[in-house]
C-alpha cells in the first residue's frame, strides 16, 4: 500500500447549529481512487470544499503531501497539485476551448504577468491545451465557444483543465451529476482510464460509478464517516446498508 | 476579399480623425477641432477604464479622479512655472512621468483596498474614493479650490513638440489614442489579458486553477489609473485649465456611459462611445440646454436592446450581412 498523499485529522466545520463536516479524520493513499458518499446533506462537498480551500474549516488540520495546508488560500493549494471539479460545471463560457485549458496550462506555467504576446498562438500553452483535450475527447471542439458544449462535454472541459494543472490531487464533485446513460458511462470510463495514473477523490451519488471505480469508500453521515474501507466492506456493511444503500437505488 | 463592417468603421473612424485638422482649417473652425481633441482624449480614457471594466468586469465609478491627478500635475507644474518663476516645473517631459506615477500610486492604493469587494461594493468603493479625491481637489485653496486653476502655459516639450501649435497637439493625442488601442489589443490577447478576461467570466474557477486572481487585477486596475492620469495630462493642455469638476463622481459616470453605450470589452467600443456622447452633448445642447432629456432615453434604449452598445452592433450587423 502507497503513503498517503492527504490526510485529515480531526476536521470540522460548523455552519450555525448544523455540524457539516464532524471530526473528520482521512487518509486518501497516492495512486488510489477513494470515494466518499453518503446521503445528501452529509456534507461532503463540505468537505471537498475545505480541501480546496473555499471554506475554512473551524479544527483540525488537512496535511498534503507532508505539508499542512489547513489554512492556505485557493490558488495556492491549487498550485501544490490539488485540482478540482465542481458539482455545478465551472468553466470559462465565454472562452473557446482551447482557451479554457490553456489558461489552466498558463496557470501552472510561471506567473502571468507576460503582457504582449499572443497567447492564443502561443505554442507553450497550445500544445499541451491539445494533448489535454484530446485525452478527455474533445479534440474536435477546440475552437469552439465553451457556452456551445453540451453538458456532459463542459464536464469534460473540466477534468480536462483539472488534468492540464499537473494534478497530484483529483478532487471530483459529482462528475456524472446531470448526465445521461451514455454520458455518464463515457466519464466512468475515463476516470477509469486514469486509475493508477492519478489520486482521485471522489464524491459521487451514483452508485455504479463509486463501486466501479472506487478502491476505497467512505461513507459520510451527518458530516461523521460512518465507515471506510474497501468496496466489498462496503457492500456487506449493515450500517451503511441501513443509513445509505437500503433506501433505494439513489 | 470582404472587409468586416466592424474593421470599415473602426478604420473610417480613425481616418476621420486624421482629417480633421486640414478640414476644420480650411473651413476656419478650429472649435470643432478643439472638440475632437477633446473627444479623444476622453476615448483614451474611456478605453483604460474599459480594460477594467469592460475585460475585468471591474465597475470602478471614480475613474476620472486619475484624470483629475494628471491635469493637476499639469496644472500644479504651471502655475509654480508662471508664479514663482520655476521654468523646469512647467516641461512636459516631467509632467508625463509624474502623472503616470502620481495616478498608478493613486489606483495602486484604491485598487488595493477595493478589490477585496465586490459587485455593487467595488462601485461605492470606488465612488467613495473618487470623492475623496474630489475634495482634496476643493481644498486645494492654492490652486483655486472648486474655483479651480487656469493655465498659462502649456506643457513644455522644448523644440521635440510645440503642442501650442493646436493642430500638432491634436496629431500628438491621435498617436497616442492609437498606441493606447495597440497596446490595449497586445495587453487583452496576453497571458496577463487571458488572465484578466477569465476573472471576469469566473473568477472561482481562475483560482481553482491556481492563479492569485487579486494581484493580477490590482496590476490591471493600476494600469488603467496610469493611462488614465496621462489622458489627464492631455485634458489639462487642451482646456488650459484644471479644476476638482474634473473629478466629480458625474465624469466617471461619463466615462462608464461611453465604455457602455459604445460597447464594453471591445476594442472601439470606447472610442465609438465617446465620440457618441461628446457629439451628442455638443449638438444636442446647442438645441437645448436640457438635452439630457433626450439622451438618458437614449441610454436607456442601448442598455435595453443593445447590451454590446455600438461595437455589438457592429457584430451584429456583420452576422446578418454573412
Known amino acids: 500500500m502507497g503513503e498517503p498523499i492527504l490526510r485529515l485529522r480531526g476536521l470540522t466545520k460548523r455552519f450555525g447549529g448544523l455540524t457539516a463536516t464532524d471530526s473528520v479524520t482521512l487518509d486518501v493513499v497516492e495512486g488510489e481512487v477513494h470515494a466518499v458518499i453518503g446521503p445528501n446533506g452529509a456534507g461532503k462537498t463540505t468537505l471537498v470544499g475545505q480541501i480546496s480551500g473555499e471554506i475554512r474549516p473551524d479544527r483540525g488540520r488537512i496535511l498534503f503531501a507532508g505539508q499542512s495546508i489547513t489554512r492556505g488560500p485557493v490558488h495556492a493549494r491549487a498550485l501544490l497539485g490539488i485540482a478540482r471539479s465542481f458539482q455545478i460545471t465551472s468553466v470559462f463560457l465565454d472562452f473557446t476551448v482551447a482557451a479554457n485549458v490553456a489558461l489552466a496550462v498558463q496557470a501552472h506555467a510561471g506567473h502571468s504577468f507576460r503582457f504582449w504576446r499572443d497567447a492564443a498562438s502561443d505554442d507553450a500553452l497550445i500544445e499541451p491545451a491539445a494533448e489535454y483535450l484530446g485525452l478527455v475527447g474533445l479534440s474536435d471542439r477546440t475552437d469552439d465557444v465553451a457556452a456551445t458544449l453540451s453538458h456532459g462535454e463542459r464536464r469534460q472541459l473540466e477534468i480536462a483543465m ?6 497530484r490531487l483529483l478532487l471530483l464533485d459529482e462528475p456524472t451529476a446531470g448526465m445521461g446513460g ?3 458511462a463515457r466519464m466512468i470510463d475515463l476516470l477509469r482510464s486514469f486509475k493508477g495514473r492519478f489520486t482521485i477523490l471522489l464524491v459521487e451519488h451514483d452508485m455504479d460509478a463509486v463501486f466501479a471505480l472506487a478502491d476505497r469508500i467512505t461513507v459520510l453521515d451527518s458530516g461523521r464517516i460512518l465507515v471506510s474501507g474497501p468496496p466489498d466492506d462496503i457492500r456487506a456493511d449493515p450500517a451503511v446498508r441501513q443509513a445509505y444503500l437500503g433506501d433505494g437505488d439513489t | 476579399m470582404r472587409i468586416p463592417v ?3 468603421v473602426a478604420a473610417g473612424s480613425i481616418v476621420a480623425l486624421a482629417i480633421v485638422p486640414p478640414i476644420t482649417e480650411a473651413l476656419r473652425e478650429p472649435f470643432y477641432l478643439g472638440l475632437c481633441l477633446r473627444l479623444m482624449i476622453l476615448a483614451i480614457a474611456a478605453i483604460s477604464l474599459n480594460l477594467i471594466l469592460g475585460f475585468g468586469n471591474m465597475v470602478s465609478f471614480g475613474h476620472a479622479a486619475y484624470m483629475g491627478i494628471g491635469a493637476y500635475v499639469v496644472g500644479i507644474g ?8 520655476i521654468d523646469w516645473l512647467a516641461n512636459g517631459f516631467l509632467h508625463v512621468p509624474l502623472a503616470i506615477a502620481a495616478s498608478s500610486l493613486a489606483a495602486l492604493v484604491i485598487g488595493a483596498i477595493s478589490i477585496r469587494t465586490r459587485g455593487v461594493y467595488f462601485i461605492m468603493i470606488t465612488l467613495a474614493f473618487g470623492q475623496m479625491l474630489y475634495f482634496v481637489g476643493v481644498g486645494l485653496e492654492v490652486y483655486g479650490a472648486d474655483d479651480g486653476l ?6 513644455d516639450f ?4 510645440d503642442i501650442n501649435d493646436n493642430t500638432r497637439f491634436y496629431y500628438l493625442v491621435l498617436a497616442l489614442l492609437l498606441a493606447t488601442l495597440y497596446g490595449t489589443k497586445r495587453l487583452v490577447a496576453s497571458r496577463f489579458g487571458l488572465v484578466i478576461r477569465g476573472a471576469r467570466s469566473n473568477e472561482r474557477r481562475l483560482a481553482a486553477i491556481g492563479i492569485p486572481v487579486y494581484r493580477y487585477k490590482l496590476v490591471a486596475f493600476t494600469v488603467a489609473g496610469a493611462i488614465c492620469g496621462v489622458a489627464g495630462v492631455l485634458l489639462a493642455n487642451r482646456t488650459d485649465f484644471v479644476s476638482p469638476d474634473m473629478m466629480h463622481w458625474t465624469r466617471s459616470g461619463d466615462l462608464i456611459i461611453m465604455v457602455v453605450l459604445g460597447g464594453m470589452g471591445t476594442l472601439f467600443g470606447p472610442l465609438y462611445g465617446a465620440a457618441v456622447l461628446v457629439l451628442v452633448e455638443e449638438f444636442l445642447s446647442g438645441v437645448t440646454e436640457h438635452w439630457q432629456i433626450v439622451f438618458g432615453p437614449l441610454l436607456v434604449l442601448v442598455a435595453v436592446y443593445a447590451r454590446g452598445g455600438i461595437a455589438g452592433a457592429l457584430r451584429a450587423l456583420e452576422r446578418r450581412r454573412g
Open chain 1, 162 to 167: 483539472a488534468l492540464a494543472t499537473a494534478p
Open chain 2, 78 to 85: 504651471a502655475f509654480h512655472a508662471v508664479e514663482d518663476g
Open chain 2, 158 to 161: 522644448g523644440d521635440v513638440l
Open chain 1, 182 to 184: 451514455d454520458e455518464s
Open chain 2, 150 to 155: 487656469s493655465l498659462y502655459m502649456r506643457s
Open chain 2, 6 to 8: 466592424g474593421t470599415a
